[in-house]
């Protein structure tokens, strides 16, 4: 049973407030990060992979999972889109590596705190 990302980073990138200049690889972490958090315990486990099977076999736009798609659409993805801001904001302002914790800078913008 396949675990798929019901949104891209592109997509993420383009409703959120994330710029397009954050690495893909940490947004696809948070946005299954959340998926598996976030968005299971709100479906129910039953409900969250009963999703991920018709949107891994690609029937969820099939006649018969309209319901599916609808939630998904209307309900789901602008749920995660909020949770993936909300938690990613702690994984895009700090680094974690082997050694510390750091606070990411750059020569335009200027870290809080």
Request: aromatic fraction near 10%; glycine fraction near 6%; charge should be negative.
């Amino acid at each position: 049973m396949g675990k798929p990302l019901y949104i891209s980073t592109d997509y993420l990138r383009k409703q959120t407030i994330i710029n397009d200049n954050v690495q893909g690889e940490i947004l696809e972490s948070v946005i299954k990060q959340v998926q598996e958090t976030e968005i299971q315990s709100l479906l129910g486990t039953t409900l969250y992979y009963k999703l991920n099977d018709i949107i891994t076999d690609g029937s969820i736009t099939g006649a018969t999972n309209s319901n599916y798609k609808e939630l998904l659409d209307d309900y789901i993805l602008p749920t995660l889109l909020q949770y993936c801001v909300w938690n990613g904001s702690i994984y895009l302002n700090y680094k974690f590596t082997n050694k510390n914790i750091s606070t990411q800078k750059s020569d335009d913008s200027e870290p809080l705190g």
